[in-house]
């Protein structure tokens, strides 16, 4: 499962790319979540920066982008989309009539 960058760490990314137009975007800066793992992937695969560079902008660990690219490579843009929570019962407590006393 791929983490996601906490609140902080965008905004520490976003507030650098303000400061720093190089280091940043061409027009807005993303919306979501996807859209920033599409704009570090570019930068890796596209521009040809190092992954290393794009991690110390974003904040994040350093197997993070490489996640990202590992999806990239083998689903091209579509795999960085946001993938649907999968449910797992084991965390939702013993079930009505399993035979457990509430």
């Known amino acids: 499962m791929v983490p996601i960058p906490s609140r902080a760490q965008i905004g ?7 400061r720093e137009p190089e ?3 061409a027009g ?3 919306a979501t979540l996807a859209e920033i793992r599409r704009w ?3 930068r890796v695969a596209r ?3 190092s992954p ?12 993070v982008i490489h996640e990202w690219l590992g999806r990239y490579r083998q689903g091209g843009m579509a795999a ?3 993938q649907p929570v999968r449910f797992c019962p084991s965390q939702q407590g013993p079930r009505r ?3 457990w006393a509430a």
């Open 12 to 18: 520490r990314f976003l507030a650098a790319s303000a």
């Open 28 to 30: 807005s800066p993303p």
């Open 47 to 49: 521009d040809g920066e």
């Open 97 to 99: 009539g399993s035979g």
């Open 23 to 25: 280091a940043g975007w």
């Open 40 to 42: 570090a992937v570019e």
């Open 80 to 82: 960085l989309q946001d």
């Open 52 to 63: 290393e560079a794009v991690v110390r902008a974003l904040g994040v660990h350093r197997w």
